[in-house]
Every structure is written in structure tokens, then in C-alpha cells.
């Protein structure tokens, strides 16, 4: 099934497509993930504990199917539903998807995310950057009811891209499955709840075109009259900051409603498009509703305690909760994860994630850049006290050699440690104005440089902050060699240009930050502008990572995946919106930014370290990650992991860069 702008080729066996490529495309990229089933129509109860009895709904098999050139048609049932998938090219070209649901039995059928989804399992699959940046793409999805839509970036820079707009019917959510590896799954649109009577029908139908970007697929997504866009100037507010947003559909708004579970809001009708203002006075999760011309959708928004409240809360319960104080332990004054359902902290040695050392570094980082604007006696303790662990039991002060875990433990090399520990110093630095702990620095990035930290791309360190602090220190001979390194350093980045290597993942968005950190900060560094040009490119593929959708969990935050599995309780793989790493994107591009002047990159990193605030609770809890999807396999996602682990970056970042005020 072929035109002028598309291929479609489908798996005669069960009906679904198996590839779509975009014509014209140099890279002849397929869209559908390899061993995906576009288009199958999911109907079983997910809770099967009691077998056959509960699951009413089983899995659709095809009954028929035919194809020509303009046309395909697939026709399913499960004995209790009939469906008819009818594919065809509109007008303008654009492939249309038709799903027409039809009750086969006596007692009414009822519909819902529960029971009831349509598979499209776009290609974002992770295999090597050069592979990635041509061949896979990052989906951005967003199920608001009746304006659902998908944008899906190719991974690298191109004005060759995929959009999807829901035209008739409605999505209220959306699940994973087979999301193993560095496969982020296949995509699963969950329908929103319809009941329907027996012969009773009802139709999802969808378009799906090219685009030239984030922009280009909100434009010619307005030409769909269930499509409706929301721009919020912020989707995470301080409390007392006022909820800001517009929401235009594709025809003028006349019949409009605006309103929240306490009831209607006022609104402003300006030159067609519906305007909101309202306040932000009460803490927690606030879904608004727009209605306009018949479609519904929302946004959803946040209201926290301002910048400094979340600091001091966080900060007090880290030191109560989650440093261990047992003299004579190998782990006194260490810094742990903390189980906030259980009321407990936690420690696995054997499970590198979950020892005293690595990401865990981020609370010591926090309060050792708290403290030097606040003075606190019982935080500064804490962070001494933490320091000694830390020289104790990760960082061997002879010899300069970062250790994984506790007891110097050198049976794993992981070359992120070392520069986090530098990051904990510097900052001591600051806070003390101990030169000893700028030599330790300097010790430090002699072994790192030595074991291959040369062209590795470490997250979460400032060489622009490391050198300057040599530079205050008046240690001039040791600036001078740490500048040699870095741009060694940065020297092997540009080297490799976007041909990025891979690390403890294939392919991801913080393997690009650091490339666009470590350049534009040496930009800074050096004064020279071929830097800022080099950072420019490495910000333009790190952008298309993050998502535009009108919620505090999804807007200018980027898609990962799998750290809820290595660092939560719940161990589940599959999309973290946010993840606390979420905060590196913010930090890349206020960078950027000092170099660019472009305001875009100060707006987007502010919005980004906002949205990464939903991780740390009224009372000072963290959380490692929220899972975003409805499902993913068989366990419900929708949920905060109950660990406080490692999110304490996002704050040491929204402190340091200043974005956060």
C-alpha cells in the first residue's frame, strides 16, 4: 500500500503493519519498531488470577484480510468483539487508520484503558548512536482524552519526522510491553472508557503524516478539528505564582469551558484562543479541563513550596532519615537510600545500586552548596561527618583511586564515581577554603585520566567549576594541568563528533549531555568560538530527547526508561517522566545558554528543573523516579517509587545553576 509520501507494508498474517517509511527518506527509515504489531488491537484482562472465569476479554485473532494499493483492510475478533481496521490515504496524502469496535454478545461491553488498547510501537529501540541518529526515533506521546497525539522525533537532526492525531475517539492513557534492554517497548494507546450495547458500534480513527519538527507537528496538527494545544508558562508553580496557559483548536473557540474537580475557572476568549489565569495557593497536583467547541482535553499542573522550603525540608530529612550514625560500622556517617512506605533506609552491597557510594553522592553534593549561602551547625556536622566516611571508604587519599563501595572495594571500575567525588571536594573547597580538598581534586583526575577517563563521557561534573577553583585558590600550575586535561578531554569528544560511544546504555539522553556540557563549559574556558559552534550540535540532538506535552511530568523532560529498574524498589522498566538525571538536560542547556544568548535554552532549562521538583514531597521525601505509563506488563504504573535514591542531582543542579530562584 503505496503512495506519493508513504510505504506501507503489512504482515499478511495477522493483519498489522509491519513497516512504515516516509518517501524521499535517504535513510529509508522504517517507523515501526522490528517484531512490533501496528494497529493490533489488545482485549484482555490484564488481572488473569482467576483464569478464564475474569477474562472475559481474550485475544483478538484475524478473521480476514485484504490489500491494494489504496486500501487495506484487517477484520478481528475475540468472539465478544469485532473489529475492523480500514486503512487508507486521505486527500492530502496522510495515512488514515480506522478501528470500528462492534459488541458481538447479549450483555453490554465495556471499554476502557483496563481492557482495551491499539498497539503502535514506534521505533525507539537503542542501538548505537550512529544507528540511532538515522534509524530510530523519540515518541512523544500525549493521551488527552479527545486531542491525542504522538510526535515522533527521529533521533537525529531532521526535518524528516512522524506525527499521529487522534480524529475521532479518545485516549486517556497509555502502556509499555516488551520494554527490555535498550528497547524503550512497544507503545499501547489505552482507550478511554465506552460501554456499548450488543450490535452497538464505535470508531477510533486516527491520521498520521510527515513533519519538519516540534513546531511544524502542533501546526499541522490544528488542522484536525479534535486537536486542541495548550502552552502553559509554567506547569510547575511555586505556591503563590499564578497557573498560566492558553489553548487554541482548530477553529475560533466559542462554546468553552474551563474547570478543575472544585468546579468552573474563568477564562478570556482573545483573538480566538482561550486565555487562563488563575492562582497556585494550595500544594499538590491540579488537572485542568478545557472544553472548546465540543473537545475535551486537559493539562496538568503542580504547585510546590517555594525554592528555598524544598531545599531546608529536603536537607533536614536527608540528615534525620538517611545518614546512618553506628560507631565502629564501615558505614557510620554514610548517606543511604530510604524506604518511605517502610520507614527504613537501605543498604545492598552486592547490589552495586544500592550501596553507600556512587549516585548516593548527590545528597553530600546538596549539602555541601546549601551550606555556603546557609548557615546551619546540624547540616554542616552532617556533611563532615559524611566526608570522613567518604575518605574512609570510597576515596583513597594516598593514591587518588574513587572506589565503587565500601572497604576501597576495587572489583569494579566505573569511571562515572570519580568526577562526582571531584564535584563533592570542589564544593568542599568552597565551603571551607581547604585547599587540601583541591588537591585531592587534583590527585583524582591524575588516576582518572590514567584508567580511561580521557574518552568517557561523565554526567554531573564541572570542569568550568573545577578549574576555576583552582584558579581562586591561586594554585596556578595545577590550573594549568587540569586545563590540559579537560581539553584533552573535550579534544576526544569533538573527535568523535555524535558518533557517541556507548556506556552502561547503548544510546541515550545523558550521553549527549555531557558532550554538550563539557564543550560549552570549555567554550567558557578557552574563548574560543569553535566550541560554542561544536556545543550547538550536541544541543540540538539533546533536545529532541524531551517531550512539549502540557503536563508537569512530560513538558521539556527527557525520555528515560530504565532507571527505575537499577535504582528503585519497584524495579519496573519502563518510562521515568521525570527521572531525577532529567535535571542534566536543564543543566546542558543554561550552558548553552551563557555562550548563545539564546533565550529558548533558559526557558526550556527552567522549565525543565521546575518539572523535576515533583520528585521530592511536602515533607522533605524523595523519590527515585515516576513511573508515567497506565501499565507496563503486568504491574500498574501512574506511581512515585517508594525509594528515596539519588534524586538529590536534580536539587545540587537547580542550586547550582541558579535556574531555581
Known amino acids: 500500500m503505496n503512495n506519493e509520501l508513504f510505504k506501507i507494508d503489512f504482515n499478511k498474517d495477522d493483519g498489522t503493519i509491519n513497516s512504515i517509511k516516509i518517501v524521499g527518506d535517504g535513510h529509508n527509515m522504517n517507523w515501526c519498531v522490528e517484531c512490533g504489531r501496528w494497529g493490533y488491537v489488545h482485549s484482555i484482562n490484564y488481572d488473569n488470577l482467576w483464569g478464564d472465569y475474569k477474562s472475559r476479554m481474550k485475544e483478538m485473532r484475524l478473521i480476514e484480510f485484504y490489500e491494494d494499493e489504496q486500501c487495506a483492510v484487517s477484520v478481528y475478533t475475540n468472539d465478544i468483539l469485532q473489529v475492523t481496521v480500514k486503512r487508507l490515504f486521505d486527500c492530502d496524502g496522510n495515512l488514515v487508520e480506522r478501528f470500528i469496535f462492534k459488541n458481538l454478545v447479549y450483555a453490554d461491553a465495556f471499554l476502557s484503558e483496563y481492557n482495551c488498547g491499539i498497539e503502535v510501537p514506534f521505533n525507539d529501540k537503542y542501538t548505537d548512536a550512529d544507528d540511532c541518529l538515522v534509524h530510530r526515533c523519540n515518541t512523544h506521546i500525549w493521551c488527552g482524552i479527545d486531542s491525542t497525539y504522538i510526535n515522533a522525533l527521529r533521533m537525529g537532526v531532521s526535518d524528516s519526522n512522524l506525527g499521529l492525531v487522534v480524529t475521532k475517539g479518545a485516549f486517556g492513557d497509555y502502556s509499555l ?59 510547575t508553580l511555586f505556591r503563590g505564582e499564578k497557573i498560566r496557559f492558553s489553548a487554541r483548536g482548530y477553529q475560533s473557540a466559542e462554546n468553552v469551558r474551563v474547570y478543575d474537580n472544585d468546579g468552573e ?12 489565569e488563575c492562582d497556585a495557593e494550595q500544594n499538590g497536583e491540579r488537572r485542568i479541563f478545557v472544553e472548546i467547541n465540543g473537545v475535551c482535553t486537559y493539562a496538568d499542573f503542580l504547585v510546590k513550596d517555594i525554592f528555598e522550603e524544598i531545599l531546608r525540608k529536603r536537607i533536614d530529612f536527608i540528615v534525620d532519615k538517611q545518614q546512618y550514625n553506628k560507631s565502629g560500622s564501615p558505614l557510620d556517617g554514610a548517606f543511604l537510600i530510604y524506604d518511605n512506605k517502610e520507614e527504613h533506609m537501605i543498604f545492598e552491597d552486592c547490589i552495586a545500586d544500592h550501596n553507600a557510594g556512587r549516585e548516593r553522592l548527590g545528597m553530600g553534593l546538596l549539602i555541601a552548596r546549601y551550606l555556603q549561602t546557609h548557615e546551619n551547625k546540624k547540616f554542616y556536622d552532617a556533611i563532615i561527618k559524611y566526608i570522613a566516611f567518604i575518605k574512609r571508604e570510597i576515596y583513597d587519599s594516598d593514591t ?36 587540601e580538598y583541591l588537591k585531592d581534586v587534583a590527585k583524582l583526575f591524575d588516576v582518572y585520566y590514567s584508567i580511561g577517563g580521557n574518552k568517557f563521557y561523565p554526567n554531573a561534573v564541572s570542569i568550568l567549576k573545577t578549574a576555576n577553583a583552582f584558579k581562586s585558590a591561586g594554585m596556578e600550575e595545577d590550573y594549568k594541568k587540569m586545563y590540559s586535561m579537560f581539553e584533552r578531554h573535550v579534544s576526544n569528544i569533538m573527535a568523535n563528533g555524535t558518533s557517541y560511544p556507548k556506556h552502561e546504555v547503548n544510546y541515550e539522553q545523558t550521553i549527549v549531555a555531557p558532550a554538550a556540557t563539557l564543550v560549552s563549559e570549555f567554550a567558557v574556558l578557552s574563548g574560543d568560538e569553535k566550541y560554542k559552534n561544536e556545543a550547538k550540535m550536541h544541543i540540538e540532538i539533546l533536545e529532541r530527547f524531551n517531550g512539549g506535552q502540557p503536563s508537569f511530568h512530560l513538558k521539556e523532560i527527557p525520555i528515560r526508561y530504565w532507571d527505575d529498574y537499577w535504582f528503585g524498589k519497584l524495579r519496573l522498566v519502563g518510562d521515568t517522566f521525570p527521572h ?61 517509587d517508594e525509594w528515596a535514591n539519588d534524586q538529590d542531582f536534580a536539587l545540587y543542579f537547580a542550586l547550582e545553576t541558579g535556574v531555581l530562584k
Open 177 to 235: 510491553l516488551n520494554n527490555i534492554g535498550n528497547s524503550r517497548g512497544r507503545f499501547i494507546l489505552n482507550l478511554s472508557s465506552i460501554e456499548l450495547m450488543q450490535d452497538e458500534q464505535y470508531m477510533i480513527e486516527w491520521v498520521i503524516f510527515a513533519h519538519k519538527g516540534k513546531e511544524d507537528v502542533i501546526k499541522k496538527a490544528l488542522n484536525y478539528p479534535q486537536f486542541i494545544y495548550i502552552d502553559a508558562e509554567h506547569h
Open 265 to 276: 475557572i474563568e477564562y478570556k476568549i482573545k483573538n480566538g484562543i482561550v486565555e487562563v
Open 400 to 435: 587518588g583511586y574513587v572506589y565503587n563501595t565500601v572497604g576501597k572495594d576495587e572489583s569494579q571500575v566505573r569511571l562515572y564515581n570519580a568526577p562526582w567525588v571531584s564535584m563533592l571536594f570542589t564544593e568542599m573547597y568552597h565551603l571551607t577554603g581547604d585547599k
Open 580 to 640: 531525577y538525571w532529567s535535571c542534566l538536560t536543564a543543566r546542558s542547556y543554561n550552558d548553552y545558554y551563557k555562550i548563545s544568548g539564546e533565550e529558548k535554552y533558559a526557558k526550556a532549562a527552567e522549565e525543565c528543573m521546575r518539572n523535576c521538583l515533583c520528585l521530592f514531597s511536602d515533607d522533605g521525601r524523595g523519590s527515585a523516579a515516576y513511573i508515567y505509563p497506565y501499565r507496563i506488563k503486568d504491574a500498574y504504573g501512574k506511581v512515585y
